[in-house]
């Protein structure tokens, strides 16, 4: 994905106004703008990657990025590689001690939704990298077209084919730097695969002001994320996040295809292909 963009033919004006982005010169005076919420447990090298992508955007100084994590997990620790881009990046940190409680997603996206400081909140995975200019491109677009919006947004992505992303993360040496140069250009050469599945919940933004959330991501005793210890499911808490906004602020909005192509997911071995949750470094 190349970091020129030219104008394409493009029968929704809309869509049109995006390609040409308009608003460029007026993204400078956003600070702090969008708080990038993940949550890292045995992905800290797919982490790297992803801290990496946002070191490079042309706009870093837009972000907060809030990582809730285990103390002393992985290879690097969390803490090793929170500290090594702490010089770069504006980073938030969250750490939990009950491992049965950090495993049930919607709770730590409870705690990350109550401490937001920021105008907006994307939820997301720390195994993405993002193209250069999506943050912002992102600031400007939520700014100019989604200024009040009570729904929330989200896009696809991109994935790598999961053999051709091992070997891409396995290629490259991180003991002497946590730092991947072009961290979104090297996944971008990589074969590709377009994703939908938003129920994931790596992409879920939300105005913090405006958006009916009544101050948590969901109910603790409604949590459905208890599935992931008997059945090794996918977190079930994203989905009954998304459905609540809706009911009460309107339908999900799309954001337009640029945007899929601007976020690869780095695939990696799952739970289900194993019958277990797995404690591997990914």
Same mark, same amino acid.
């Given at each position: ?20 982005? +308009? ?29 990496s992508s946002l070191c ?21 620790? #969390? ?34 939704? #109550? ?30 077209l989604h200024a009040s ?41 990589? +074969? ?19 958006? +009916? ?7 603790p005793k409604e949590n ?31 954001? +337009? ?26």
């Amino acid at each position: 994905m190349s970091t020129t963009h030219s104008v394409s033919r493009c029968n929704n004006p809309q869509e049109l106004a995006l390609e040409i982005w +308009p608003y460029r010169t007026k993204v400078a005076c956003f600070m702090s703008f969008i708080t990038v919420a993940v949550q890292c447990h045995n992905y800290q090298r797919r982490f790297c990657w992803m801290l990496s992508s946002l070191c490079e955007q042309t706009k870093s100084d837009l972000l907060i990025v809030d990582v809730a994590h285990l103390a002393n997990n992985g290879l690097p620790r #969390t803490e090793d590689v929170i500290a090594s881009f702490a010089s770069r990046l504006k980073v938030k940190t969250s750490l939990w001690t009950d491992y049965s409680q950090f495993q049930r997603r919607g709770l730590v996206r409870n705690r990350q939704l #109550t401490e937001c400081s920021t105008e907006w909140l994307l939820f997301a995975d720390c195994d993405m990298v993002y193209h250069p200019e999506y943050f912002e491109r992102l600031a400007a677009d939520l700014t100019h077209l989604h200024a009040s919006a009570r729904y929330m947004l989200s896009s696809g992505r991109i994935s790598n084919p999961k053999e051709a992303a091992i070997e891409l993360v396995d290629s490259v040496s991180l003991e002497r730097s946590h730092f991947v140069h072009d961290a979104f250009g090297l996944a971008d050469k990589l +074969p590709k695969i377009k994703r939908n599945n938003v129920g994931a919940g790596f992409s879920q933004i939300i105005n913090v002001r405006e958006a +009916p959330h009544e101050g948590y991501y969901v109910p603790p005793k409604e949590n459905r994320d208890w599935t992931w210890e008997k059945r090794h499911q996918k977190t079930k808490s994203d989905a009954q996040f998304r459905r609540r906004i809706a009911r009460a602020g309107g339908p999900r909005q799309r954001l +337009p295809r640029w945007y899929t192509d601007g976020l690869i997911h780095l695939n990696h071995h799952r739970d289900k292909e194993f019958g277990r949750h797995l404690e591997d470094q990914r």
